[in-house]
Every structure is written in C-alpha cells, then in structure tokens.
C-alpha cells in the first residue's frame, strides 16, 4: 500500500453507502464530494480579502486600459502594473490551490483501482501475457498458476491462458515450489511487476513480482468497465463522468459560496 492508498478504506465506506446506486451516479456524487471539498479548502486557507482587493485593481486597470486613448509610452506603466498585480494574485492562490489538490490526488488514486476494471469472473479465462527480462532463457514449464485451471491460448510461451479463481481464494504463481506471486482474487490492476519507486505513492492492489525474478512484468486482459454507452471510447471510462461532475460542482460552489 503507497501513501496515496491510505485513505482507501474510507472511501470504500463512504462508497459502500451509496448501496446499490448505479456507479455513474455513484461518481456524480463523489464529483460533488471534490467539488465542495475543494472550494470549501481553498476558502478556508486562502487570503479571500487579499485576491478579491488584487482582483479589483486588475479590473480597474483593464477598464483604463480599454478606454485609454493616449500615447502607447503612457500606457506601458499600466500595462505593467496590470501584469505584476496578475502575477500577485496567481501567487496569492498557487500555495492554497496546490494544498487543495492533494485530497483529489488521494481520491483518484483510488477511484483508479474501485472504478478502473471490471471485477474478473469465476472460472472466466484470461490473458496473463508475460515480459521477461532481456536475454534471459525463459523456461515457462517452471512455473504453474494455483486455484486456476490453465487454458491454452495460442501457440506463445510467454502469454498463459488462466481462469479466474473463486472469491474466496487467492490466485498464485508459483516458480517450482516457491511462491512468487500472490493475488488477490478481488484486487486486480491492468499488470504486476516489480516494485518501483512510486509504489511508496502509489501501490500496486495486485502485489510485486520479487526483484530477482526473471520475469518483469505480466499483463492481464481485463475488460475496462464503462460507465457510459455513447460517444467515442474515451468518454467511457470514469474519468469523463468523475471530471465533467467535479468541474461543474467545483464552479457552482465557487459561486455559492463566493469565493474570489
């Protein structure tokens, strides 16, 4: 579990009372979540008085500067007033805006594995393609899937056809009689591989291969689920709903609760 997953557990509540709410809903909803959380951060840390008096002066200046009729020497100074009174606002609200985003951060990191895939099916096969580490002989009769039936899928030693292990049971890969990998049979991500940096941010739900293994990474072929029927494919997944919701909120709040 990375830093960015410790807050997974509350959401999985907070989720798990929206009972049986279809998930576009579902993500309306967390969308709202953001939105009001974040304008009601940002208010809360920034300097509202500040940004809405450096707001002013800009509009004051920009209406001189719309109306002037001088010469371009005598406007310069005003011009550069305006931008360094644009600079001073952009810095008022850069620190409050970026602490604003780090409750987003941990909300998407889980949102990516809650609402990313489809959960796999009991005894459905899958695609469990492997890379294996460059010139190394690799040996797949060395390795075997346990609570899984093996399937053949194609003539390619590197790509094992597998099905999906019960509920209740985990599905492992073993190398001989030593377990390499452990997964969850309800934690699923596109790939496992070896642990890398940002795991510590950011982990993995499905476990790392060990360091020393031959093999770097395997690819499932999980099916991406889609939360929306229309439009081009990259409107399907969660974060078009999630996105377009949380902008919206986002605004709407900024003006409820009038915020500079």
Do not use: C
């Given at each position: 579990m990375g830093l960015f997953d410790l807050t997974s557990p509350i959401f999985n509540l907070l989720d798990s009372l929206?009972?049986?709410?279809?998930?576009?809903?579902?993500?309306?909803i967390w969308g709202l979540i953001a939105g009001y959380g974040s304008m009601w951060l940002f208010?809360?840390?920034?300097?509202?008085?500040k940004i809405q008096s450096i707001k002013s002066k800009v509009k004051a200046n920009q209406k001189?500067?719309?109306e002037f009729e001088g010469e371009m020497s005598d406007l310069l100074p005003l011009v550069g007033q305006t931008l360094k009174l644009a600079f001073k606002q952009l810095g008022s609200a850069l620190g409050p805006a970026l602490l604003v985003s780090?409750?987003?951060?941990?909300?998407?990191?889980?949102?990516?594995?809650?609402?990313?895939?489809?959960?796999?099916?009991?005894?459905?096969?899958?695609?469990a393609e492997v890379h294996v580490v460059t010139d190394v002989n690799f040996q797949p009769d060395l390795y075997?899937?346990?609570?899984?039936?093996?399937?053949?899928?194609?003539s390619d030693d590197q790509a094992w056809g597998i099905t999906w292990p019960a509920e209740n049971k985990d599905l492992l890969l073993n190398k001989g009689k030593v377990n390499i990998l452990n997964i969850q049979s309800d934690s699923i991500s596109p790939l496992v591989h070896?642990?890398?940096?940002?795991?510590?941010?950011?982990?993995?739900?499905?476990?790392?291969l060990p360091d020393d293994s031959e093999i770097e990474q395997i690819m499932f072929n999980f099916e991406a689920k889609k939360i929306l029927e229309?439009?081009?494919?990259?409107?399907?997944?969660?974060?078009?709903?999630?996105?377009?919701?949380?902008?919206?909120?986002s605004l709407a709040f900024k003006f409820i609760l009038r915020i500079a």
């Open positions: 929206m009972f049986s709410l279809p998930e576009i809903f579902k993500l309306i208010r809360r840390f920034s300097n509202q008085s001189k500067m719309a780090i409750p987003v951060i941990f909300m998407l990191a889980w949102m990516s594995n809650h609402y990313g895939l489809e959960q796999p099916v009991e005894k459905q096969a899958y695609l075997s899937w346990e609570n899984s039936d093996k399937v053949r899928w194609g070896k642990k890398q940096w940002w795991n510590s941010l950011i982990g993995n739900p499905m476990g790392y229309i439009g081009p494919s990259w409107m399907h997944g969660w974060m078009f709903t999630f996105f377009i919701a949380f902008l919206v909120f």
